[in-house]
């Protein structure tokens, strides 16, 4: 999924980062270490259980303000996708052959949703948004899927407290799945 | 997955090869003498052995591994053929140091279903028209 292929190259830039400023006195004579203040600037990954989600709240009708404005344009006006994903609708889809992914159906964790709007979006703008914003917008996305209720305000806690639909249907790599008989003649 | 189950992200991508001399939109010349040509790896060590086939898979042969064989690392193949100016399907199989023998795409599509697009390394066949043309087999 491209928002965990973002969180990986997050967390290298954050380990580079790191490195850095633990060869303060490089022998290439380049370079200084990062101060904390510019890791802070990196260090905005949230994990699955939503650690590091920082404070703030955001109510479903601000969210839906910020998404007419911010969103809409690519999401849809009730982010049934156009230029950009699809992101409400599609339960009970993932077990057919044509699955339709959306926040809804597919997301494991919610706190992705919040990692993801203000890490990369809007895409003409990313990091724009104030973490207040970024709360409204997923409550307001957590909303159009039927997970939130029109009222709700979303912070920290709230968010960390949605269950995802989907969450019990990822499982681990059960790879080597295929055994290849290696038949040498007369396959 | 077809279950509507999906796997978690994984990093590790397990033995894979492709010919890649001759391969799609290249073209024989003429009959005679080709040498195939290719790379494999594996990203859980080193390759131990590709096999080539050069009649649709009917039956294959060793190839020869160019040194040196270092794991997870490219690792070039070669095996001389004999091109009789037929039409031909030509592919190649990488086997790790674990003993995993790189699937076809039937296999991979039984197991994982249509809609799995990650660690694709199914076999990838050419195949080879009469006028020397090199096109996707799968297509």
Known sequence: MRTRELHIAMLAAVALACATSAQAQSPYGIGRPATPAEIAGWNIDID??????????????????????QCAACHGAKGEGGVGDRLVGGQATL??????????SYWPNASTLFDYIRRAMPQNAPQSLSNDDVYAVSAYVLNLNGLLPADAALDASTLRAVKM????????????????????TGC | MPDGSAREFTFYMEAKSIVTRPSGGQKLNAPGFHEISGIAWSGRGKVRRVDVSV?????????????????????????????????????????????????????????????????????????????????????
């Open chain 2, 55 to 139: 009649d649709d898979g009917k039956s294959w042969q060793q190839a020869q591994l160019q040194e040196p064989v270092l794991t997870r690392a490219l690792t070039r193949f070669r095996l001389p053929w004999h091109w009789d100016g037929q039409s031909a399907v030509i592919q190649s199989r990488a086997i790790d140091e674990t003993g995993y023998v790189q699937p076809t795409l039937a296999e991979l599509l039984a197991v994982r279903g249509e809609n799995y697009f990650y660690h694709n390394n199914a076999i990838w066949p050419w195949r080879i028209a009469a006028d020397g043309e090199v096109t996707n087999a799968n297509a």
């Open chain 1, 95 to 104: 077990a057919t052959p044509n699955p339709i992914r959306t926040v809804g």
């Open chain 1, 165 to 184: 639909p989907n969450r019990g249907m990822f499982v681990g790599d059960t790879r080597p799945d295929v055994k290849n008989p290696a038949c040498m």
């Open chain 1, 48 to 69: 699955r259980e939503g650690h590091n989600l920082p404070p703030g709240s955001g109510t479903v009708s601000h969210g839906h303000e910020v998404f007419d404005q």
